[in-house]
């Protein structure tokens, strides 16, 4: 089989019909995939939407679970795929018709460890209304994971569904998603270019990603800055590796830091309780207690005032935020 299909459900009942439908609009002959719907014991009726598409369907299975968050169920869909490449879309998400098919050939032509593609971003009301998008000539280019690292990656963009990955090259390296966070997708992604030995990265538009639901900023709370914490924390183990050459290292640091000044960001922005935001420095620091960085003046000093004087830094980082929106505000 050249592909497992991995798509989480968990309150998708709004639109999971249109995803799965989606992937049956890829141009492949059903004998060479298979869909895994792992029902992450959703509590609407997302299955029961999707139940006549999966009776006229011979390869797709859905698999019952616990509630136990969108990494154990990659992971776990991981362990039983069967297929030669893995694809883990988000189930709120569509592909655009006929996408998957060139970039999976690509992919078993080239037996690369991760292939890439693009993506498109839309609302609900532009994805009712769309009528097919326009592929460019199709374009690929071989790279070592280390370059796709160096040259393309950023903690911005990291998302495994515009990603087909070689399952042996995922089990061979035990490279598993961290359970039970969110922002799982940067450590994971990051730690599969570093061990990639072949990538290609490709023109293809393969998502239609669907904005709207949700606001990081909006609904950013103690809970997801954990989370975040967590993601850095597992990130930053990465840098402990031996043998990474200068350069790689650097960036890797450079990255992990952006991702910092993410979740600084959020705290100040989000959450207006000082003994609600100095808790999550402390958790950081508990989960990272060797985090430092130094490749430019900024980051010595981010550095220093994360360590000598954290609340300070997060509340300073608060007032000049609650300024910011003052001025704003003022200025509509």
Not at 41 to 48: N, Q
Not at 63 to 81: D, F, K, T
Not at 151 to 171: A, C, G, K, N, Q
């Amino acid at each position: 089989m050249d592909l497992s299909i991995i798509v989480p459900v968990y309150n998708v009942e709004n639109y999971i019909l249109a995803s799965i439908e989606s992937i049956y609009r890829q141009g492949l002959d059903e004998e060479r995939f298979e869909v895994l719907v792992i029902d992450d014991g959703t509590k609407d009726r997302s299955i029961e939407v999707i139940a006549d598409l999966v009776s006229q369907h011979r390869n797709i299975s859905i698999i019952h679970q616990q509630n136990q968050g969108l990494s154990v169920v990659r992971n776990n869909g991981i362990q039983m795929a069967k297929g030669t490449y893995i694809f883990m879309p988000d189930s709120d998400d569509i592909l655009i018709d006929n996408s998957l098919a060139p970039l999976l050939e690509q992919a078993l032509e080239s037996h690369a460890d991760i292939v890439t593609a693009n993506y498109i971003v839309m609302n609900d009301e532009q994805i009712s209304q769309h009528q097919g998008v326009e592929q460019a000539a199709f374009q690929a280019e071989e790279k070592t994971g280390t370059q796709m690292y160096l040259e393309d990656y950023t903690p911005y963009h990291s998302y495994v569904w515009r990603m087909l990955f070689r399952r042996e090259f995922i089990t061979e390296h035990h490279i598993t998603f961290y359970p039970g966070i969110r922002y799982q997708d940067v450590p994971f992604i990051q730690e599969c270019y570093l061990k990639a030995q072949k990538c290609v990265k490709t023109n293809l538009l393969l998502n239609i990603y669907r904005m709207g639901h949700e606001s990081a900023t909006r609904y950013f709370s103690t809970e997801k800055g954990k989370d975040l914490c967590i993601s850095i924390s597992e990130t930053w183990k990465l840098t402990r590796w031996e043998g990474h050459a200068p350069e790689t290292l650097r960036r890797l640091q450079n990255n992990i830091y952006v991702s910092f000044l993410f979740l600084i960001s959020l705290i100040a922005y989000s959450i207006p309780c000082a003994k609600d935001r100095w808790p999550l420095l402390d958790f950081l620091k508990e989960k990272a207690p060797d985090i430092a960085f130094h490749n430019t003046w900024r980051q010595r000093l981010s550095t220093f005032l994360f360590w000598k004087m954290p609340h300070t830094y997060i509340d300073a980082n608060y007032s000049i935020r609650q300024l910011l929106k003052r001025i704003k505000r003022f200025r509509h």
